[in-house]
């Protein structure tokens, strides 16, 4: 390719609306360009980097055993009603009523549409096991979409459904999948971590989240140094500590004014105790049912964890009415004193004497509240998210919590839609039994966006070789010179015909110019045919990743491409 016969539209300045580097720096090198909230244009660099990530996922996903198929964006809400997630999904989901007064949905994902078909067409033990995948276009309403392609409204995903006829079979396709995803994140170049992940409804068994660490993420893992012990927070488990035993000094409970103050904040602030000596009372909704959950003040409740102990569908915090209405005070002044509630309380509560809670009064708390002497529990769990302070779960030493990026997960589903879309196969004793499902998601763009917000530096991109847009750029350092451009011409010509994916920067610009671009589209390559290495027949080549640009002699040349240059693996 031909620089001047391409459309890399690179910027000298940061694109005002982006905030993550990966963004900036997509838009700048002419990656990508924002149509509207949540939908970006592939310019054509950009487009090659995609479709290199897509046929790495394409080749590892052939070599598992998976079978690819394309199944329309255009879906029958009715299948997303029989599984009961047409009101889970809620506004995500992007509908529309066609001219003949029919809801269509444009697919999210494609669970429903998968197991529909499969329902259709698998009949026997025989038939299975059976992987199949998808790399399309899906569709998300999504509350904030942000980081330019990382959350957007409209993005290309790589799902893989397996269908087993028992556990122990969906195990091993389970694994192939897992091991297919570290092969590809390897090739691309990731620094990317699997972590245990919430399992969800089945409960049980771990599924897992394939996670890139960095500080723009808006997942968060724990990860231990001494063990390699890594979970996303959603499930990484809190040891109760050993219990305090009752104050030697019991106290009864006191009714304070607390005019406004309906934060943790604001009533410590207000009483002068610290956020660790409150109770949260938070009123929770979990499928239609008001329970209440305790939790310390400087702690977080940990929806995943109370969602999993209540065996919920849904869950979520009760809005102003609902508090009113099972509390009798308004929100922000609930407390367990007194309440005729469902409570689950956090290990943490135990612990705690002489505490400030709620006195379900609007404007008042209580203080010296004593668990167990002013309110009883009989569900104590682990209900908070894990803190740095907390040990590892596994090994009991200390950890480290990070920002991550999700680019995949693998999930196991069992029979969470095989049973209600009724996808049932004959076993070998000619009995019905209901297919045990998993599925497999990767976000192609979040690939490219990752890789890119976790290797760059002040001038642009570094990209992995097997990413970029191009392998190397041969740049003429003087392209007036007749005899610098004929020798990039072949030098250009070479590489091509040796299959390095290569671009002559052929354009009327001066050379700090397009070292300036080089550095910032972020060629793994550069070969720089100037003077003084004609002299000497040699041509100048900077590796991206490389401080200072290097002589080798002409026939050298594709010996130097044949070593790796991957950007550095960032420690993990
Ligand atoms: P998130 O929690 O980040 O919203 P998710 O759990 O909704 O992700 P899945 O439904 O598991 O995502 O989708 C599979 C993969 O698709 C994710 O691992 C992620 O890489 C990618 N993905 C999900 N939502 C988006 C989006 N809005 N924009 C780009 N990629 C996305
Ligand atoms: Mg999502």
New binding site residues.
Partial sequence: MRWSKTFIPTLKEDPQDAEAASHKLMVRAGLIRRLSSGAYIYLPAGLKSLKKAESIVREEMGRSAAVELLMPSLQPPELWKRTGRYDDIGEVMIKYTDRHGKEVALGP?HEEVVTDLVSREVRSYKDLPLTLYQIQTKF?D?VRPRFG?????E?L?KDAYSFDVDAESMERSYKTMYDAYCRIFDRCGLSYLPVEADPGLMGGTVSHEFMVPTDIG??RIVVCPSCGYAASTEVAAVKASAAAGQSTDPKSPEEVRTPGASTVQDVSAFLKVKPSDLIKTLIYVADGEAVAVLIRGDHEANDAKIKRHLGARSLELANEKKVEEVTGGAMGFSGPVGLSLRIVADNAVRNMAHAVTGANEKDKHLRNVDPGKDFSVKEWIDARVITAEDPCPKCGSGIELKYAI????TFKLGTKYTEPLNAMFLDDNGKQRPIIMGCY???V??ILASLIETSHDADGIIWSRALAPYEAVVIPAKKEDEKISREAERVYAELAQAGVDVILDDRDKSAGVKFKDADLVGFPFQVIIGKKGMETGSVEVKTRSAAKPEFVKKENLLGTMKGDVSPPQNKL
């Fill in positions: 994902t998300r999504e392609v990382v959350r957007s409204c993005f995903m808006e997942d999700e680019v995949g997960h998601g990767i976000g763009n979040r």
